[in-house]
């Protein structure tokens, strides 16, 4: 089944209680495409792996996303009104600062 479309800003106005410590963050989307909605800062410092592709969208401020491409650890700058599409199965670790 579909889902409907999401109105980001009526979502962050009714829900940014859910984007503040210590989880900072909620997930909108996790089928083919995982679509985190972030508050920002993080604490996570591992690498994990998805094991779908993950969008970011980043809404206010800017974040870092460091990388593992091809054996290459690759740091990836995402700032305030940019997007960027990872592919699945890529190890990260995204770091987001206070804004």
Known sequence: MLSSP???????E???????PPIN?????NEHVTVMIVGGPNARTDYHINET???FYQYKGAM???VVDDGNFRDINIGEGE??????EIPRTPFHEVS
Not at 6 to 12: D, G, I, Q, V
Not at 14 to 20: M, W
Not at 25 to 29: D, K, L
Not at 83 to 88: A, K, V
Request: proline share 6%.
């Open 6 to 12: 999401l109105n980001l800003p009526k979502w962050l």
């Open 83 to 88: 997007m960027f599409l990872l592919p699945r």
């Open 64 to 66: 870092l996303l460091k």
């Open 25 to 29: 963050n909620y997930c909108v989307y």
């Open 53 to 55: 592709a993950e969008w």
């Open 14 to 20: 009714e829900n940014s209680h859910l984007l503040k």
